[in-house]
């Protein structure tokens, strides 16, 4: 009979999370759009992270997937599954993003976090 653990270090690893300004969840896949790549470099498909924030009651997400372009090369079909429906909008989109991040600009690299937001 063989079990197999973790390594340690898998079981030890604190939790990632995800500051949300407008924490709005709808059921199924959606993504969140982060400014850069370095910092989100390190996350794992199928990873566990804390969604938090100011207005928001902490809960548990699992990453789907990742993915890094321009800004302005986001596709709709992908901005149609913006956590907050009100971003599915490209422009409403990148005025969010220049409201969180100053200076951002429509041509910097960014992130594009899918997740499924549990119960």
Not at 44 to 61: F, H, N
Request: with cysteine; glycine share 6%.
């Amino acid at each position: 009979m063989w079990i197999r653990f973790p390594p340690a270090t898998l079981q030890d690893k604190q939790m990632k999370t995800l500051e949300f300004r407008n924490p709005v969840f709808r059921r199924g896949m959606l993504v969140t759009v982060r400014r850069g790549y370095k910092r989100w470099a390190d996350l794992e498909i199928g990873e566990k992270v804390k969604l938090c924030g100011d207005k928001i009651v902490p809960r548990t997400a699992t990453i789907m997937g990742l993915a890094c372009c321009r800004f302005y090369d986001i596709p709709q079909h992908v901005l149609d599954l913006e956590h907050d429906p009100v971003c599915t909008d490209r422009y409403v989109l990148l005025n969010e993003m220049k409201r969180c991040y100053k200076s951002f600009v429509p041509w910097e690299i960014v992130t594009i976090i899918f997740f499924v937001v549990e119960g």
